[in-house]
């Protein structure tokens, strides 16, 4: 079992940056995957970005690319997602989640059905 705890999210203006971190517990962190998913209202949830256990390799969704950043401190064991040059359009529920499986080891999967332990979510809005 995997729990997950989100924390830093917000209001911020548009241009502005939020820092969100995530906490798991229970097994152990630098075995699998970690990966942030957001959904704004009525929308699907959708991909924002993934880090391997070892934190060597990462993945972007096209949208976010060259502004959000993911990280991870596997002694903490955290997972961040540093989030810059915000747009209205970022507005969404932020969620982490792990991808415990044998297929998550060797990959950064962007499908919500991948990843087997969820957070609760943080809040993030940006105003124009």
């Known amino acids: 079992q995997v729990q997950l705890v989100e924390s830093g999210g917000g209001l911020v203006q548009a241009g502005g940056s939020l820092r969100l971190s995530c906490e798991a517990s229970?097994?152990?962190?630098?075995?699998?995957?970690m990966g942030w998913f957001r959904q704004a209202p009525g929308k699907e949830r959708e991909f924002v970005a993934g880090?391997?256990?070892?934190?060597?390799?990462?993945s972007y969704a096209d949208s976010v690319k060259g502004r959000f950043a993911i990280s991870r401190d596997n002694p903490k064991n955290t997972v961040y997602l540093q989030m810059n040059r915000l747009k209205p359009e970022d507005t969404a529920v932020y969620y982490c989640?792990?991808?415990?499986?044998?297929?998550?080891?060797?990959?950064?999967?962007?499908?919500?059905?991948?990843?087997?332990?969820w957070g609760q979510g943080t809040q993030v809005t940006v105003s124009s």
């Open positions: 229970g097994r152990i962190f630098s075995h699998y995957a």
């Open positions: 989640a792990a991808d415990t499986t044998p297929g998550g080891y060797s990959n950064i999967r962007s499908s919500p059905t991948a990843f087997d332990y």
């Open positions: 880090i391997r256990w070892s934190g060597a390799s990462t």
